[in-house]
C-alpha cells in the first residue's frame, strides 16, 4: 500500500518508496505549480497515464548526467561543428511539449496527457520549465523540455524529428548548463541511451542530499534569454 495524498498532504520520504514497482511513492494530490516545484526539491516526480490518479515516483538508484560528463560521439561532433541548425531557449515551449507527447514507434498512448501539459505550461509561464529546441530550415526539428531549480534541472522528455535533433538540443543544454553553474541533470530512469551519453545511476540518499544543496543555490526561476544558446559550440571544443 502507497499513501494517498490530499490536497495540502506532505510528500511522505522518499525512503518510504517501494522497491517493486521501482521508486512508487504515493498518489493523489494534484498538479498545482506549488506541488510539483515541492515534489522536484525533494527527487520526487509524476509519472502516470490518462485515467490513473496521480502517480509520484522516487526511484532508486537515480539516472542522472553531470553536465561536464556528456559523451559527444564523433558523428555528433560532426554535426554539432557543422552548424547547420539554429538552438532556441524557452521560444516554443508549448509546442515542445506537444511534440513530446506524439506517440512513438511501438508504444500506446503517453504519460504526458493534456493535464501534465497544462501544468508544465504553466510552470513554463512561472519560469521554472524550459525548452531547448533545434531548429533546421526554419522547422521545430527537435527539443527537450525540463525543470530547473536552483542548480539542479530536471529533464522531462526529447522529441526528435531529424536526425541528432534531439542530441544537439541535449548538447546545448549541457554546455549552457557548464556555464551557468548547474550540479547535475536528473534523468529520472535508467536507459541504455541514456548511458550511451554519459548519464549514470546513484543512490537516491547521494541525490536527496545533493538536492537539498542544489536547490537553494543558483539563479531564481525565470524565463532563459534565447540568445543564450548561440555561439555554445564555436570554441573547437568538441
Same mark, same amino acid.
Given at each position: ?9 506532505? %510528500? ?27 515534489? &522536484? ?24 548526467? %553531470?553536465?561536464?560528463?556528456? =559523451? ?12 547547420? &541548425? ?41 519560469? &521554472? ?37 534531439? =542530441? ?38 547521494? %541525490? ?31
Amino acid at each position: 500500500m502507497i499513501p494517498w495524498l490530499e490536497r495540502g498532504t506532505p %510528500f511522505p520520504p522518499v525512503e518510504k518508496a517501494l522497491r517493486r514497482p521501482n521508486g512508487l511513492l504515493c498518489a493523489g494530490g494534484d498538479l498545482s505549480p506549488e506541488r510539483l516545484v515541492e515534489a &522536484y526539491r525533494h527527487g520526487i516526480f509524476p509519472w502516470f497515464s490518462a485515467g490513473e490518479p496521480i502517480l509520484w515516483w522516487s526511484p532508486d538508484p537515480r539516472m542522472v548526467l %553531470f553536465p561536464e560528463e556528456m =559523451k559527444i560521439s564523433r558523428s555528433l561532433g560532426r554535426t554539432l561543428r557543422r552548424g547547420q &541548425y539554429e538552438v532556441r531557449l524557452d521560444t516554443a515551449f508549448e509546442q515542445v511539449i506537444r511534440a513530446c507527447s506524439e506517440p512513438r514507434a511501438g508504444r500506446d498512448g503517453t504519460w504526458i496527457t493534456p493535464e501534465m501539459q497544462q501544468a508544465y505550461c504553466r510552470l513554463h509561464e512561472l519560469g &521554472y520549465a524550459h525548452s531547448v529546441e533545434t531548429w533546421m530550415e526554419g522547422r521545430l526539428a527537435g527539443g527537450l523540455y525540463g525543470m530547473a531549480i536552483g542548480r539542479a534541472f530536471y529533464g522531462e522528455s526529447m522529441f526528435s524529428r531529424a536526425a541528432d535533433a534531439s =542530441k544537439i538540443a541535449l548538447a546545448h543544454l549541457t554546455r549552457l548548463l557548464e556555464r551557468k553553474g548547474f550540479a547535475v541533470i536528473d534523468c529520472q530512469m535508467t536507459t541504455a541511451h541514456l548511458a550511451s551519453l554519459g548519464a549514470r545511476e546513484i543512490r537516491r540518499r547521494e %541525490f536527496a542530499c545533493g538536492l537539498a544543496a542544489w536547490t537553494g543555490e543558483g539563479e531564481g526561476p525565470g524565463k532563459w534569454p534565447a540568445e543564450e544558446a548561440k555561439g555554445l559550440f564555436c570554441d573547437n571544443s568538441i
